[in-house]
Structure formats: structure tokens, C-alpha cells
Nanobody, 120 residues
Framework: VQLQASGGGLVRAGGSLRLSCAAS????????MGWYRQPPGKQRELVAT???????HYAEAVKGRFTISRDNAKNSVYLQMSSLKPEDTAVYYC???????????????WGQGTQVTVSS
């Protein structure tokens, strides 16, 4: 399973960005999908997750500003980010819990990361 993320960039504080991530490969089913981020010099942290049924969960730091969504037909997950702050600057990674026909077990897959930089 390959995850391809896109949509990062440089934006001023208060601005918006939309991240996209598409999963490809031999996939039986994708359970939860999500976004994580790694700020400079810090550990990777959860941003938001969404189940196959659409139930979402957000980190406290992004509640009310970020919205996660997914398109199951396209094996894709999105992150709409609004009211961006300099502290949102990080490399953003998409994640998927997927079942493949090779193993029929749930494995964790990661995208390559996309840089989001918010200037003050």
C-alpha cells in the first residue's frame, strides 16, 4: 500500500490549506485514516483520525480549526486547515490502517510527508 500526500506549502497566519492523501495498491479494506504531524525538533503527534464510517477525532490543538474527511471510493483522506497558526508548522503525514490480500491482517501505512509552514 502506498500513500501519496499533497497540498502542503507556505501560508500566512490566519490562512488555509487543504491536504490530500490517496492510498493505492492491493487493498482489501481501509479502516481508520488519519493525519499526524512532526514539528521541528519535536516528536510526531496526532492531528486527526477518521473511521471508515466517518467518525472523527481531533487533537485539542486543532479542534474547531481543522476538518478531516475521507472518500472511501477513492481511498483518500483530506485535511482542511483553517485559521492556521505558526505553531501548526510541521511535516504532515497521512496514515492508513489497511488490510491487504497478501496478509489479511491490519497493517499501518504512512505517506511520505508534506511540509506545512505558517509564517507570522
Amino acid at each position: 500500500v502506498q500513500l501519496q500526500a499533497s497540498g502542503g506549502g507556505l501560508v500566512r497566519a490566519g490562512g488555509s490549506l487543504r491536504l490530500s492523501c490517496a492510498a493505492s495498491g492491493s487493498i482489501v479494506r481501509i479502516n481508520d485514516m488519519g493525519w499526524y504531524r512532526q514539528p521541528p525538533g519535536k516528536q510526531r503527534e496526532l492531528v486527526a483520525t477518521i473511521s471508515g464510517g466517518g467518525d472523527s477525532h481531533y487533537a485539542e490543538a486543532v479542534k474547531g480549526r481543522f476538518t478531516i474527511s475521507r472518500d472511501n471510493a477513492k481511498n483518500s483522506v483530506y485535511l482542511q486547515m483553517s485559521s492556521l497558526k505558526p505553531e501548526d508548522t510541521a511535516v504532515y503525514y497521512c496514515n492508513a490502517e489497511a488490510i491487504t490480500p497478501m496478509t489479511f491482517v491490519i497493517d499501518n501505512y504512512w505517506g511520505q510527508g508534506t511540509q506545512v509552514t505558517v509564517s507570522s
